[in-house]
């Protein structure tokens, strides 16, 4: 009996978990993306470029050069609590990733890597 009500509440975990990165999956951005966005360089610990700038209203590809060996993203959130994201990179253990960044709304935005906390930047949309 405890075996089946073992694998039920597996099945239910499974089932909030599924529902769940449903729920938080950001939308693809839609029309077209500018290719042509701001490189975002991590290097010793820190973000190399602390404030980048977008042109608003369009989507844009950031591109992200992890030149660390430790692993680091790009997550951008509306402001430094971080508790509304609006692009969550891949974390990359090293190297280069591309990610799309839906079109945003002239203001000041925090990035950080979500890996490392102290590191932070600023995207200013305009
Ligand atoms: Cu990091």
Do not use: W
């Not at 499974?14 to 950001?26: D, F, L, R, V």
């Not at 042109?55 to 509306?78: C, E, K, M, R, W």
């Not at 102290?118 to 949309?125: C, E, L, Q």
């Amino acid at each position: 009996m405890k075996r089946i009500l073992l694998a039920l509440g597996l099945v239910a975990l499974a089932a909030i978990n599924a529902a769940c990165s449903t729920a938080s999956a950001q939308p693809l951005p839609s029309g077209p993306v500018d290719p042509n966005g701001p490189t975002i360089v991590a290097r010793d610990m820190k973000f190399q470029n602390a404030t980048v700038e977008v042109t608003a209203g369009s989507s844009v590809t950031l591109h992200f050069d992890n030149q660390d060996s430790a692993p680091h993203n790009v997550a951008i959130y509306t402001d430094s609590s971080a508790s509304s994201a609006v692009s969550v990179g891949e974390i990359v253990a090293s190297g280069k990733k591309d990610q799309v960044v839906p079109a945003l709304k002239p203001g000041t935005y925090f990035f950080r890597c979500d890996v490392h906390h102290d590191m932070t930047g600023t995207i200013v949309a305009k």
